[in-house]
């Protein structure tokens, strides 16, 4: 398989075929990839957080309410 130097790849991370792919290179690509995995992973974790800490406030601001209308 043959690819090209990531130094060169294009905006979206892909390279093209032109330079074998070396050892190095690939531990690279490898590392690229689990990187933007956990990239991924954290930022689907950060929107549940994000929508997990709105429910609670939500919560918390209606049980004040409630409790100032008592």
């Given at each position: 398989?043959?690819?090209?130097n990531?130094?060169s790849?294009s ?11 070396t050892?190095?290179?690939a531990?690279s690509?490898e590392?690229?990839?689990m ?15 994000n929508?997990v800490v ?6 918390l ?8 209308a008592?």
């Amino acid at each position: 398989m043959a690819r090209r130097n990531p130094s060169s790849m294009s905006g979206d991370g892909q390279v093209s075929e032109a330079e074998p792919i070396t050892p190095a290179l690939a531990e690279s690509l490898e590392r690229t990839e689990m990187l933007q995995a956990q990239l991924k992973s954290s930022e689907r974790l950060n929107e549940y957080y994000n929508a997990v800490v709105a429910e609670l406030r939500a919560s918390l601001e209606q049980i004040e309410a409630e409790d100032r209308a008592s």
